[in-house]
Each structure stands twice: as C-alpha cells, then as structure tokens.
C-alpha cells in the first residue's frame, strides 16, 4: 500500500500528492452502517470520538469504497483497524468526522487532496502556525537551508503535531529538515495507515 496523508505534511509527494489518491488513510464513522457520532460514544472511546466498533465499521466502509473503486487495489481494512488512536492523534479533533466522512463518500475518480485541505474544521492554533512556517520557510530557503513548504499546508492537523513541527520551526535552518523528519517518523510513519 503506498503512503498516505499525514505524510502529507512533511513531503511534497506526500501531503495532497499521492500517486493514487483512490486509497486513503482511516478515520471514523461514516457509511456502511455507522452512525457518524464524534461525541465519545461508549466505554471503548479513543481520541477520535468513535467506539471500536464504530471505526471498524468505518474500516470497512473504507475498505467496500476502495473494492468499489480499485477492485484489484490492497484493502485498507487491517490498516486501517490498527490505525485508530495514531490517527486521533495526529488529526485534529474536529476535523477528524468531516474528514472521515469525505474519504469515504467522494465518488471513485475524485481524489482525496481536498479532504485533507478543508480548512472549516481546522485548530484554532492552526493559522499561526501556517503564518509562521511559511515565514520559516521562506527565511530558510534564502539562507539555502530548506524543507518541504508542504509542512505548512494542511489543515487538519492535531495541536500535537503543531507544537511539534513548531518547535522545528523555532531552530536555525539547517537543523529544521531534521527536525520534522524526526517528527514525521515519531508522528506519522509509525502509524501503520499512513
């Protein structure tokens, strides 16, 4: 299975850029039968605001949307179950229904960048943050020191990885590249979706 978004702020091939953008990364309720609640429903509740039997049931609404769309595609199914508390983590919490439900109700031949780029459900802290990454990046790329502006772009991210990213941010150029490739792999590619 190729990468998915939440790569998505840390590279240009990542973020928004999948080279196919018909499989995507697990979220929560919506479709086959769930009942799209983001209020911590049940005892079995993790961060994003599903039971576990709600995010499987999202899982495999995930899962049908991709056997509809790319029969011969790897089904996201076990990937997607082993994702739910990365995913809480790494999304912001009011984001993460809206997104969940866009991944999973888009038509086949319609990829999931703006899923990812809706800004309506983004942390309050989100636009600082933006403001001062593109500053940060902007400054490295004239010192010739720079990282993927990518970082800077998506919305639903978690205050989590705000404050990480904006700690990189807070270093001398040459060490921010590092920095959020340290990020990247603690935050999102040891998420087993991602």
Not at 46 to 55: D, F, I, K, L
Not at 142 to 164: E, L, R
Request: aromatic share 8%; proline share 5%; glycine share 8%.
């Amino acid at each position: 299975m190729k990468t998915h978004h939440l790569a998505w702020v840390f590279s240009a091939a990542s973020l928004l850029g999948c080279s196919n953008d018909v499989t995507t990364f697990p979220g929560g309720a919506g479709g086959a039968g769930s009942t799209g609640s983001t209020g911590g429903i049940g005892t079995t509740s993790t961060g994003t605001g599903t039971t576990a039997s709600e995010w499987a049931q999202f899982c495999q609404a995930l899962a049908d949307r991709e056997a509809k769309c790319n029969p011969n595609g790897t089904s996201p199914y076990t990937k997607c179950l082993a994702s739910q508390q990365c995913y809480a983590d790494a999304v912001y919490s009011a984001a993460q229904k809206p997104l969940r439900d866009c991944l999973v109700n888009r038509a086949c031949n319609v990829k999931d960048d703006a899923c990812y780029a809706d800004p309506s459900h983004q942390s309050p802290a989100f636009a600082k943050f933006q403001q001062d990454c593109v500053a940060k990046h902007a400054t490295c790329k004239a010192s010739g020191a720079t990282f993927s502006d990518d970082v800077c772009a998506s919305p639903v991210i978690s205050d989590a990885v705000i404050n990480a990213i904006g700690a990189c941010l807070a270093k001398d150029c040459p060490a921010v590249p590092g920095c959020i490739a340290d990020v990247k792999k603690a935050m999102i590619d040891s998420c087993p979706f991602f």
